[in-house]
């Protein structure tokens, strides 16, 4: 399965999300801090980034800038909703 780093703001959702992403059997990591996400992804490789609807406009385009420099092959998800369309999601970004 496809390791899956998380990107949001709120701590609790955040758990949440990951627990749920783990049950679907993903290997997934979340950072709600700009800093941390940062330096988790320079030393852990992800197939996929997850960027929750309550980051902003300027850090979601920092991320993707540097993240697809580090790893040309990186799938981005927006994801607005409920995670439980998460694991359909991120199959398709796969398929990509």
């Given at each position: 399965?496809?390791?899956?780093?998380?990107?949001?703001?709120?701590?609790?959702?955040?758990e949440?999300?990951?627990?749920?992403?783990?049950?679907?059997?993903?290997?997934?990591?979340?950072?709600?801090?700009?800093?941390?996400?940062?330096?988790?992804?320079?030393?852990?490789?992800?197939?996929?980034?997850?960027?929750?609807?309550?980051?902003?406009?300027?850090?979601?385009?920092?991320?993707?800038?540097?993240?697809?420099?580090?790893?040309?092959?990186?799938?981005?998800?927006?994801?607005?909703?409920?995670?439980?369309?998460?694991?359909?999601?991120?199959e398709?970004?796969?398929?990509?």
């Amino acid at each position: 399965m496809a390791n899956v780093l998380v990107i949001g703001r709120h701590p609790a959702h955040m758990e949440t999300v990951l627990h749920f992403l783990r049950q679907h059997g993903y290997t997934a990591r979340g950072e709600t801090q700009n800093s941390g996400v940062l330096a988790i992804f320079a030393i852990e490789k992800f197939d996929v980034v997850v960027i929750g609807g309550g980051v902003g406009e300027v850090a979601r385009k920092k991320f993707k800038e540097k993240f697809t420099h580090l790893n040309p092959k990186i799938k981005f998800i927006e994801h607005f909703g409920e995670h439980d369309s998460l694991p359909m999601e991120i199959e398709r970004a796969l398929k990509r």
